[in-house]
């Protein structure tokens, strides 16, 4: 594999780049306008061989947001794979037309396969049944912000935590942070894999929402994933098994938080959406944040953000002031003086005039 900053699995990153790409994420919702140029120039390639709506557009938002173009395709279809060809061509190929690309395929590990030949970093956007780290970059910034915390978290997760990407990330990355545990909520034959379960240290099943939610820091519930089933009939029977519902939701604490990747099909009742400790809709806005700040990390580009100079700056002080005489500082001048400065131009952030400084 070429050295360069795949993401295929989170631990190809050190908890402290979690971290930091968390942080740059939550600056950037902060501030967004300050990082809108960031990209310039940078095209992000997204191969999109499975269907996609919140990964696929938050990336391709994110990248558009950072002032960065998109190629690509989301239906394999209308690409030379209808015509046969490998996948190691057509990554191969498109990494050299992109400086970063993403991408999603039925099969796991098609992306770490994808990235032994390309010439351009590429991000894991979900590989089969096995790693979703993007999502979980996601989950945690939703954490980090509406909890506080990624430590001492007890997390239910609800649903299809065999075939469920998502939520093999998850606990792979949450079991790294002190004291957090997990409550597995599935059938029987649909459990977490023994290659996730085996490491950690704190955890236990059950077959019922009803009995675990009460002790609950977080739930997260997931769909059942029909696509990866063996036939219509092995699906049916494991679909509509948990629901959570707003009798189920009067159980929980008041500081429950509800979390899902989406697709929701009906294991969240409608109803459930008013709730104040629903948070998944919260939860994928914050996503192209996440994807924002891992583009920047990842191209390791202009990731400073420039300094913004709030006020004080007036005459004689040497501080810097707006020359453009039309601008509604010289109209206002107790207005605060404000200017985003990136590569040794100041640009006024009232009126966009530039001058070196
Ligand atoms: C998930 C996925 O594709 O794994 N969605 C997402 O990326 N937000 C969850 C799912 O499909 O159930």
């Known amino acids: ?169 998850l606990v792979k990355a949450l079991s790294c942070y002190e004291g957090n545990s997990f409550v597995f909520i599935s059938t029987e034959e649909l459990q977490m894999p023994e290659y996730i379960t085996a490491p950690l240290e704190k955890w236990s099943k059950s077959d019922s929402i009803d009995e675990v939610i009460g002790g609950l820091d977080v739930l997260y519930m997931t769909r059942i994933q029909k696509e990866r089933f063996a036939s219509e009939a092995e699906y049916e029977k494991q679909a509509s098994r948990y629901i959570l519902d707003a009798e189920k939701m009067k159980k929980a604490g008041d500081d429950l938080i509800v979390m899902h990747p989406l697709p929701r099909l009906n294991e969240i009742d409608v109803a459930v959406d008013s709730d104040p400790r629903a948070l998944y809709f919260k939860q994928a806005h914050y996503g192209m944040y996440v994807r924002m700040a891992l583009i920047l990390i990842i191209l390791n580009y202009n990731i400073t953000p420039p300094v913004l100079l709030k006020g004080e700056a007036q005459d004689g002080d040497g501080g810097i002031k707006c020359k453009n005489e039309n601008c509604i500082l010289q109209k206002e001048p107790h207005l605060p003086h404000s200017f985003i400065i990136k590569g040794g131009v100041a640009t006024c952030e009232y009126c966009e005039s530039r001058q070196c400084i």
Not at 39 to 63: D, H, N, V
Request: with cysteine; proline share 4%; glycine share 12%.
């Open 1 to 169: 594999m070429k050295n360069l900053n795949h993401l295929i699995d989170l631990n190809d990153f050190g908890k402290s780049q979690w971290d930091e790409i968390i942080n740059l994420g939550e600056k950037i919702m902060d501030n967004p306008h300050i990082y809108e140029a960031s990209c310039r120039g940078k095209i992000m390639g997204t191969l999109f061989y499975e269907p996609s709506t919140r990964t696929q557009m938050s990336f391709q938002s994110a990248m558009l947001r950072l002032g960065g173009g998109i190629i690509g395709f989301d239906n394999p279809t209308a690409s030379s794979v209808m015509k046969g060809e490998s996948l190691k061509d057509t990554t191969k190929t498109v990494s050299g037309y992109s400086d970063i690309m993403v991408m999603r395929h039925p099969v796991a590990g098609s992306v770490k396969a994808a990235a032994l030949t390309a010439d351009c970093p590429i991000i894991n956007a979900g590989d089969g049944g096995h790693l979703h780290p993007t999502q979980t970059l996601t989950d945690m910034l939703t954490l980090h912000k509406e909890k506080g915390r990624l430590t001492g978290l007890k997390i239910g997760i609800c649903g299809d935590l065999k075939y469920g990407r998502t939520v093999h990330s």
